[in-house]
């Protein structure tokens, strides 16, 4: 699969750059962000799915979560169960595809994901995947950002040295740019369409938060990335 080998070219650099956000003022960030969403106290099973080398399921069980990471590409989930090794995590991982979840229903008080809607081929497909393995009142909450929209070979915008896409090689950020424009879901217009498909899935209570990256992503160095993020919080029927 064309998604699967790309991402598996950036598995170890990626590795690196969440390493170093993990020990970053951005772990800090994207806890606050992730806690107004959830109780405070008790351990909820989450399932972070697009765990790629596991950045949210290593914060979320560091505050006793039961949490598994899920990714299509398996060089990703060996980076992140190395690192789950190294920092001692009770985080599981395991290879699986967003769109076909091999969990029961009912399953998981929470799902989580960052920066992977953007990638699904059939991304209905995947909602309707995670609402079926959340219990019920369960929550999803769904970063992502327009990327199919948005330019990664430098061309619409100079991108500062530091920035999260400088150092990727100009034929995989080509290759990216292909990908992207093969998928349906770059040419929808997000998050509105997300709320539509969440809807049709089962959800509600869906809220959108547009200003997320104004508050992660405060400085432009290594970790910044141009296109704004968007937030959505829903809730399993």
């Known amino acids: 699969m064309r998604i699967k080998n790309y991402w598996t070219q950036r598995s170890h650099s990626f590795a690196e750059l969440r390493v ?45 979560h039961r949490v598994t990471g ?11 169960k190395e690192i789950g090794q190294t920092l001692h995590s009770p985080a599981q991982f395991r290879v699986m595809d967003a769109e076909k979840l091999l969990f029961a229903d009912e399953s998981f ?20 995947e995670w609402q079926r393995v959340l219990k019920p009142g369960g929550l999803l909450l769904n970063f992502d950002g327009n990327y199919g929209k948005a330019d990664f ?18 034929d995989l950020m080509q290759e990216c740019e292909a990908i992207k424009d093969q ?5 929808h217009v997000r998050p509105a369409w997300d709320v539509t498909a969440l809807g049709e899935a ?26 704004p993020l968007f937030c959505i919080a829903a809730t399993k029927n």
């Open 109 to 128: 008080d929470m799902v989580i994901s960052r920066n992977l809607t953007w990638t699904l081929p059939h991304p209905k497909e995947a909602y309707r």
């Open 20 to 64: 170093k956000e993990l020990n970053s003022v951005m772990a800090d960030r994207w806890l606050r962000e992730i806690a107004k969403h959830i109780p405070a106290g008790g351990q909820l099973r989450i399932l972070d799915i697009g765990t790629g080398t596991g950045f949210f399921a290593f914060l979320l069980s560091s505050l006793g």
């Open 153 to 170: 070979t430098g061309k619409g915008e100079k991108l500062p040295e530091n920035h999260a896409h400088k150092q990727i090689a100009g």
């Open 202 to 227: 089962g959800f509600e209570q869906i809220k959108l938060d547009l200003g997320i990256s104004k508050r992660i992503y405060i400085e432009k160095d290594e970790f910044y990335n141009p296109t």
């Open 70 to 80: 899920i990714d299509l590409t398996p060089s990703m989930i060996q980076e992140a």
């Open 183 to 187: 998928l349906e879901i770059s040419y």
